[in-house]
């Protein structure tokens, strides 16, 4: 199969995941992307990757066949029946690495995106490109917003060995593997994320985690990401309730959080700090990146309760609107 253009620019969100309670499951979209380019050779015996990076990570991250974006894109244009290709692809990022904000999930779905552009004619096929990035990443929380925009459910649906999918009745069976919902977010939800200097992988933040938990507090996850769809568009609800004592109770958690904190001390004592004045403050994804979510505008009291962080010059903060949209791509 011939590619049908021969450039590609996609631009990808920031993610959130966990949200407090939604251990690898709940993902939210936010305004700050990183974009990039591609363009193809037009040397048909070219088939090598030529990497520009500005921004974040151009000091570290590879410019060869090992960086996440290109290994991904060569697997993506494989599945789609493209052949091997030599292309330049010039990445502008925004996105923080290793801080939580997902920047893998934004490398996996921008290669993967790029490569249905330049394969399939019309819109882009979100639900193939989600189905991909999950299985690259292994789980869904991050690749789902980065797909769709918004906030999302996902899950793993497991069958019988030997069964591909359950047949439903009036619907399309439900095939195993990952899936996702998209929930609507209120147009009032801010989002400010704080940055530290300080990196944390997410292999050594799942490593912290124990095997098992105690019941009672699966329970109190269960009970608190229960409320989070509400919490993110209380206009879904039959009674009024106070949006941001929602979202603070719905951002609690005792399933990963307590485990961790001892790898970013100084980010959970600026949670502890948010919660103490009643803001629904998170780890953002694995960490160490902070998230406080709120309904209205409360950025100048949110900058002052973080005003030591900010003015020690090891932390940054972006106020960001929710992506509702998700990734995008412009065929040129």
Known sequence: ME??????????PATSANLGSGFDTIGLALDYHDELTFTLSSDPSNRAAQVFIQGE?????????????????RKACQTFGLGKVGFIMDAHNNIPQARGMGSSAEAIVAGIAAAAAFAQDGD?????????????????????????GGMTAS???????????????????LHGGFHTVKYVVAPAVTAAVFVPDYELSTQKARQ????????????????????MAAAMNPAALAAGEDPNALLYTATQDRLHQPYR???????????ERFRARGFAAAVSGAGPCVLVLHHGDAADQINEIAAEELASGHWKVLHLPIDTRGVSVERR
């Open 3 to 12: 590619p049908i253009c021969r450039q590609v620019h996609v631009r990808v």
């Open 57 to 73: 990570g151009e000091d570290t991250l590879p410019r060869d066949e090992t960086h996440l974006v290109v290994s991904t894109f």
């Open 124 to 148: 882009l096929n979100r639900d193939s490109v989600f189905e991909l990035a999950a299985a690259i990443e292994g789980h869904p929380d991050n690749v789902a917003p980065a797909v769709y």
């Open 155 to 173: 899950w793993n649906f497991d069958t019988a060995e030997g069964v591909g999918s359950v047949p439903i009745p009036g619907g399309e069976p």
């Open 208 to 227: 912290a985690l124990p095997a098992e938990v105690a019941h009672r507090d699966a329970v109190f996850n269960v009970s608190r990401v229960a409320l």
């Open 261 to 271: 904190k001892g790898l970013m001390e100084p980010s959970w004592r600026l949670i």
